[in-house]
């Protein structure tokens, strides 16, 4: 890791442990700002009321510190929606959000609609399928949003399996898209990022007057493109990242993680090298008595920021 990298790492990596509840509600008041928790979410309804229900009564009715708690649908076919919401989330189905513009599938999609139904100065993002973590997770992250004047945050944790940490010598790790492929590439491409420990993850936090001007890919490339577009236009000291502990969630199959690696490199390509990637496919292969051959949809279209699209404003 190069002198600049280093730097940043030392003097902006923090612990869940450095922001007390206290603290983050004595600088809410003062500030007067308003807190988004956003959970986007698709068929997800094993995981998702336990963590909306920690949130709510923990974070909502009990200290105070989220101002509302949104699940974003992604066309579920099971009973996600019905367990949010009785646990006391706003649930609101992708497709009445903004319906004049076409829906599509994806997590970021999600992110992004999100913004249009939501009303925070700081928007927490935080993932359905969630099995080991706890309400530490967004009071950290918030922590450097309001005591330190940072734009984004980025969570990072040892990964769990089975209740016992995977990472060799307590080294935390990214999950294999990020050490196969996003940390490689910020190495290469933006080495000032080489210090991001986890530079997918998918619990992070944004003031909302920057991720309305950014870009937001439709997949899974959106928190990598958000961190680089962070980076671009804001400069590395504009990020944080916070040690949240340890974290479980469902793992996806090889084949799933690598149309997710393919979306990490269309955005990439497209920040750096300034290629648009054209509708993309993957191919990938099976046995099932012969060998089958697969064509994988890569979604590599991008949502103009939010702020260009008329619908943003209206409730505002």
Known sequence: M?????????????????YPIGDLLAAKRQSGTSVSVVIPARNEAATIGPIVRAIYRELVEGYGVVDELVVVDSFSQDATAEVARAEGAVVVDVRD???????????????WRSLFVTHGDLLMFIDADL?????????GLLGPLMADDALLVKGFYDRMVDGVS????????????????????LAQMWPD????????????????SLIETLPVPVGYGVEFAVLVDTYRSSGLDA?????LGARAHQHQSVHDL????????????????????????????????????????????ERPPAIDIGAYWAPR
């Open 2 to 18: 190069h002198g600049r990298a280093r730097s940043w790492f030392d003097a902006h990596t923090h612990t869940y442990r450095d």
């Open 97 to 111: 959000i903004a319906p004049e513009v076409e829906v599509l599938a994806g997590k970021g999609e999600a992110l």
């Open 131 to 139: 099995t080991h973590w706890g309400t530490h997770f967004i009071t």
């Open 166 to 185: 995977v990472e060799a010598g307590h080294r935390p790790q990214g999950g294999r898209v990020t050490e196969l492929m996003a940390r490689p590439l």
């Open 193 to 208: 990022l080489a210090a991001v420990v986890q530079p997918l993850a998918g619990e992070w936090a944004v003031r909302r």
């Open 239 to 243: 990020i944080a990242q916070v040690d």
């Open 258 to 301: 690598g149309v997710m690696a393919a979306e990490i490199l269309a955005v990439a390509r497209r920040r750096a090298d300034k290629v648009e990637p054209a509708e993309a496919s993957l191919a990938q292969y099976r046995r099932d008595g012969d060998v089958v051959w697969e064509e994988r949809a890569v979604p590599v279209l």
